[in-house]
């Protein structure tokens, strides 16, 4: 059965880092895109990264590029999102989709139950 699991987000000082965990199951992660999307309170959900570990594509929102890097192992079957120079304004509930489609271009199939990133001095 497919599950995602996010994990790694917590409580980080502005210009810190932080790297967030997606373990997939029930698939192949090679098969799969996976996604990284966020929401702040009152805020639309908005999608910052994608990686396609079959064909190598990567995306990254305008508001994260060159601050987070996107990363697979298929070895673990875990997509990571590293996080580094921290803003207060990234501070969200942050969640990883997998796409079955196989590119980021694909629809959101499966969703894991996110992690908290709060950013605060």
């Known amino acids: 059965q497919v599950q995602l699991v996010e994990s790694g987000g917590g409580l980080v000082q502005p210009g810190g880092s932080l790297r967030l965990s997606c373990a997939a199951s029930?698939?192949?992660?090679?098969?799969?895109?996976i996604g990284w999307f966020r929401q702040a309170p009152g805020k639309e959900r908005e999608g910052i990264s994608c990686?396609?570990?079959?064909?190598?594509?990567?995306h990254y929102d305008d508001s994260v590029k060159g601050r987070f890097t996107i990363s697979g192992d298929t070895a673990k079957n875990t997509v990571y999102l590293q996080m580094n120079n921290l803003k207060r304004e990234d501070t969200a509930n942050y969640y990883c989709?997998?796409?079955?489609?196989?590119?980021?271009?694909?629809?959101?199939?499966?969703w894991g139950q996110g992690t908290q990133v709060t950013v605060s001095s």
């Open positions: 990686i396609s570990i079959s064909d190598g594509t990567i």
């Open positions: 989709a997998a796409k079955i489609r196989g590119v980021c271009r694909g629809g959101d199939d499966y």
């Open positions: 029930g698939f192949a992660l090679k098969d799969y895109a």
